[in-house]
């Protein structure tokens, strides 16, 4: 168990629906990244957050947003779902911004759009 | 561009001595690491490599040649708990992980 907890673990939704995904980082950890992952294809990193503010920005689609609140838990989320949406989602939590700080990963949230 | 290479595939039996190679073309380093993921699991973090060498932990060692922009994940004894996806990783100059698109370890018995 690293810490990291992510709800809801399943989520099946229609095409043109908007979803939440949540994320609770490990105690004191105060970076939180969002991965997409779609089947038996790599990590695509989405964003980070660290301590409330945008840090960085990956390949995150327009539809999707995400925030991270005072209390460091964060979501994400995609509106005007595609089939293409369909994936694993990840997030993960470190310290902070040091280039030696590890991500633990939370169990992750599959995204089903039918 | 960004870009780390990996083999999307390697196969090893049981016993064995498996080496995954990582190549990076990166904008800055910071340092090069690497996760393991069982099928449906999360990515687990495995070991770091900042500087030059090799770092070993337990049956895993990491390698690292930052002239080559190279690295290495050892994977010793193979055991049939080790198949899963193996992905290196590079911090670069932005502090962001950029992710290589996995290995996938196959062990026979």
């Known amino acids: 168990d690293s810490g990291v907890t992510q709800t809801p673990k399943h989520l099946i939704t229609a095409t043109g629906q908007r979803v939440t995904l949540r994320c609770s980082p490990r105690s004191g950890d105060l970076s939180v990244y969002w991965y997409q992952q779609s089947l038996d294809q790599g990590l695509q990193f989405l964003i980070q957050?660290?301590?409330?503010?945008?840090?960085a920005k990956g390949n995150i689609l327009e539809r999707f947003s995400a925030q991270q609140f005072p209390d460091l838990h964060s979501e994400l989320n995609l509106s005007s779902l595609e089939l293409g949406d369909s994936a694993l989602y990840f997030c993960?939590?470190?310290?902070?911004?040091?280039?030696?700080?590890?991500?633990?990963f939370g169990p992750g949230t599959r995204l089903t759009v039918l | 561009g960004q870009s780390l290479e990996q083999p999307s595939e390697v196969t090893a039996v049981e016993g064995a001595i498996v080496q995954i190679n990582c190549t990076y073309q990166t904008s800055g380093f910071y340092g090069l690491s690497w996760y393991q993921q069982h099928d449906g699991g999360a990515p687990t973090f495995l070991s770091y490599n900042a500087l030059d060498g090799l770092e070993e932990t337990g049956r895993f060692s990491s390698f690292l040649s930052r002239s080559d922009s190279y690295g290495y994940l050892l994977l010793q004894e193979l055991q049939m708990k080790d198949s899963a996806s193996y992905f290196c990783a590079v911090r670069d100059s932005n502090y962001q992980l950029i992710w290589g698109a996995g290995t996938k370890l196959i062990i026979k018995p």
């Open positions: 993960a939590s470190s310290e902070g911004l040091a280039d030696t700080d590890t991500q633990y």
């Open positions: 957050y660290y301590n409330g503010e945008e840090r």
